[in-house]
C-alpha cells in the first residue's frame, strides 16, 4: 500500500474505532459488476480511490467515467470495507492484480472476505438462482500466487477454502427470511468468451454448479492470507445460452438484489 492509503485506512480504523469491537476487523465485501447497487447499504466514513491502491493501474484497453473506490463503513453498525467493481483477467489483469482488492483488505485489518458475483447456471436446476459457493474449480491456468516471493509456503491448503461456519450462516440467514439458496461448486473460466457447449458438457461432468470468470483466484489469495471466505453468486442465465451479454445480466441482478442485501445484511450483522 502506497503512503496515501496508508494514511486513509489508519484514519478510517481510527473512526471505526470508535464503533464497537469490530471495527478493528472489517468484513470486506467484494462485489461484481451489477452487484455496485449493494454499496447502498454502507453508512460511510471514507472513500478510497483504487487508483490509490498499491499495484492497482486501470487496464490499457479500459477507460472508466468513473473511478472505482472502496468505502470504508459500516452496515447494521459492523465495521465494512466494501469494493465494487472486481478486477478479472479478461481485462487483461494478471492473476496477481486480479488480487489486488483482497491483499488490500487484508493490509486494511479485514479477517473475513465476502465475494458476490453473476454466473452461468451449468445445473439448469440452478438457473435464475442464488448460489452459495461450497468450493471451486479454477480452470483458468493461473495461480496468483505462482511466483509471489513471501515468508511463509506457497503450498495453500484449499481442502476449506469457503468457510463452512460462513456457509451456515448464510443458509439460515436465507432460511429465516425465506430466500431459496442453492449450495454448489463455482468453476471459474478465464474469458471474456462465454462457454461453449462442448465445455458446458464438460463442466457438468466435473462436478460444476456454476460458471464465472472470477471467485478462485481472488479466493486462493485471501486463503494464503489466512482469510475466511463466504462466496454467493447469482446464476443469471444457463451456461452456453445465447444472448447472455453485461446487459442482460445487470437486469437478472436487479431482480434479485433485495435477496442478495437481505443475506449480506443478515450475514455481516452475525460475524
Ligand atoms: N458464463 C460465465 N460467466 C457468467 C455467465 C456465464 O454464462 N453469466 C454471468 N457470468
Given at each position: 500500500?502506497?503512503?496515501?492509503?496508508?494514511?486513509?485506512?489508519?484514519?478510517?480504523?481510527?473512526?471505526?474505532?470508535?464503533?464497537?469491537?469490530?471495527?478493528?476487523?472489517?468484513?470486506?465485501?467484494v462485489l461484481?459488476?451489477?452487484?455496485?447497487?449493494?454499496?447502498?447499504?454502507?453508512?460511510?466514513?471514507?472513500?478510497?480511490?483504487?487508483t490509490?491502491?498499491?499495484?492497482f493501474?486501470?487496464?490499457?484497453?479500459?477507460?472508466?467515467?468513473?473511478?472505482?473506490?472502496?468505502?470504508?463503513?459500516?452496515?447494521?453498525?459492523?465495521?465494512?470495507i466494501?469494493?465494487?467493481?472486481?478486477?478479472?483477467?479478461?481485462?487483461?489483469?494478471t492473476?496477481?492484480?486480479?488480487?489486488?482488492l483482497?491483499r488490500?483488505?487484508?493490509?486494511?485489518?479485514?479477517?473475513?472476505?465476502?465475494?458476490?458475483?453473476?454466473?452461468?447456471?451449468?445445473?439448469?436446476?440452478a438457473e435464475?438462482?442464488?448460489?452459495?459457493?461450497?468450493?471451486?474449480?479454477?480452470?483458468t491456468?493461473?495461480?496468483?500466487?505462482?511466483?509471489w516471493?513471501?515468508?511463509?509456503?506457497?503450498?495453500?491448503?484449499?481442502?476449506?477454502?469457503?468457510?463452512?461456519?460462513?456457509?451456515?450462516?448464510?443458509?439460515k440467514v436465507?432460511?429465516?427470511?425465506?430466500?431459496?439458496?442453492?449450495?454448489?461448486?463455482y468453476?471459474?473460466?478465464?474469458?471474456?468468451s462465454?462457454?461453449?457447449?462442448?465445455?458446458?458438457?464438460?463442466?457438468?461432468?466435473?462436478g460444476?454448479?456454476?460458471?464465472g470468470?472470477?471467485?478462485?483466484?481472488?479466493?486462493?489469495?485471501?486463503?494464503?492470507?489466512?482469510?475466511?471466505?463466504?462466496?454467493?453468486?447469482?446464476?443469471?442465465?444457463?451456461?452456453?445460452?445465447?444472448?447472455?451479454?453485461?446487459?442482460?445480466?445487470?437486469?437478472?441482478?436487479?431482480?434479485?438484489?433485495?435477496?442478495?442485501?437481505?443475506?449480506?445484511?443478515?450475514?455481516?450483522?452475525?460475524?
Amino acid at each position: 500500500m502506497n503512503a496515501q492509503s496508508n494514511v486513509t485506512v489508519s484514519k478510517a480504523r481510527f473512526v471505526l474505532g470508535s464503533r464497537g469491537s469490530t471495527a478493528g476487523r472489517p468484513i470486506a465485501l467484494v462485489l461484481g459488476s451489477g452487484f455496485t447497487g449493494l454499496s447502498g447499504m454502507v453508512k460511510t466514513v471514507q472513500r478510497v480511490p483504487y487508483t490509490s491502491m498499491e499495484g492497482f493501474a486501470l487496464p490499457p484497453n479500459i477507460s472508466l467515467q468513473k473511478m472505482p473506490e472502496a468505502t470504508i463503513g459500516t452496515i447494521d453498525g459492523a465495521s465494512v470495507i466494501v469494493y465494487p467493481r472486481r478486477l478479472h483477467l479478461y481485462h487483461g489483469y494478471t492473476a496477481f492484480e486480479v488480487t489486488t482488492l483482497v491483499r488490500h483488505a487484508r493490509s486494511c485489518g479485514c479477517h473475513t472476505v465476502v465475494f458476490v458475483g453473476a454466473s452461468g447456471a451449468v445445473d439448469p436446476s440452478a438457473e435464475a438462482r442464488l448460489g452459495l459457493v461450497s468450493d471451486h474449480l479454477n480452470l483458468t491456468g493461473e495461480n496468483p500466487l505462482a511466483g509471489w516471493r513471501r515468508s511463509t509456503d506457497s503450498f495453500v491448503p484449499m481442502e476449506h477454502a469457503y468457510d463452512a461456519e460462513l456457509r451456515d450462516m448464510a443458509k439460515k440467514v436465507a432460511s429465516e427470511r425465506g430466500i431459496d439458496l442453492l449450495e454448489g461448486v463455482y468453476a471459474e473460466m478465464r474469458g471474456p468468451s462465454l462457454e461453449t457447449p462442448a465445455e458446458v458438457r464438460a463442466l457438468r461432468v466435473l462436478g460444476a454448479t456454476f460458471v464465472g470468470m472470477s471467485l478462485s483466484l481472488e479466493t486462493i489469495m485471501a486463503r494464503a492470507l489466512g482469510m475466511r471466505v463466504l462466496a454467493l453468486t447469482l446464476a443469471t442465465n444457463p451456461a452456453g445460452a445465447s444472448g447472455v451479454s453485461h446487459r442482460s445480466v445487470r437486469a437478472e441482478v436487479t431482480s434479485s438484489a433485495r435477496d442478495l442485501e437481505a443475506i449480506v445484511r443478515g450475514v455481516v450483522s452475525r460475524i
